[in-house]
């Protein structure tokens, strides 16, 4: 809902916007600091994270581009995972998301309006991650828990849209919305809704 509300007002500005002075043609530095919603469509979600990234733009003519870009969700761990036997368990573990880092390499198309520039983008990339997972062994009709560490890697796909202001000739700030789903060559089968906002440096 607040990527919404941002892009309708930025669109809302476009007009006031369009009459200052044109933007530099260059390629873009950039970072971004988002909020990160990752979950598992089939069974469960590890909730909204602040998340950093940073990349770079290079535009290939007035409308079409490339991007590269990283981010990382921060703040993500995991729970206590329940027994679930009736005889009770004995032993603790944990069941959670530790790490995720998702690179990609994206086109983008621009609509130059001034100042202001609508665009969508997609692309794909990697999601790398970290996760922990709870073990249970019945012995003696007592559940014992233990817990173990797993890494993945899947083909994360996406697209999203976002408008570009021109804050100088320079500097720009960027908000957008994206969606990238890595269910394929994947075992963790995540998909990541991302809110962002970020600061460009045009060269």
Known sequence: MRTAIMLVLALMWAGHAAAQPPRSEGGDLFASLASAHIFRVEDRTFGDRPAVGGGVRLPLNRRIGVEFDVNRPLGLDATAARCGLAAGCIGTAREGLLDATLVTANV?????????????????????????NSLTVVRDGVGVMSEFESRDAGLAIGGGAGVDFALTRRLSLRPEFRIYDSSA???????????????????
Not at 113 to 132: S, Y
Not at 185 to 203: D, I, K, P, Q
């Open 108 to 132: 983008y198309v621009r609509f130059p309006h001034g100042r202001v520039e609508p665009f969508i983008v997609g692309g794909a990339g990697g999601l790398w991650t970290t996760a922990v």
């Open 185 to 203: 060559m994947s075992r963790t089968n995540l998909t990541v809704f991302r809110s962002s906002v970020a600061v460009g440096w045009r060269w």
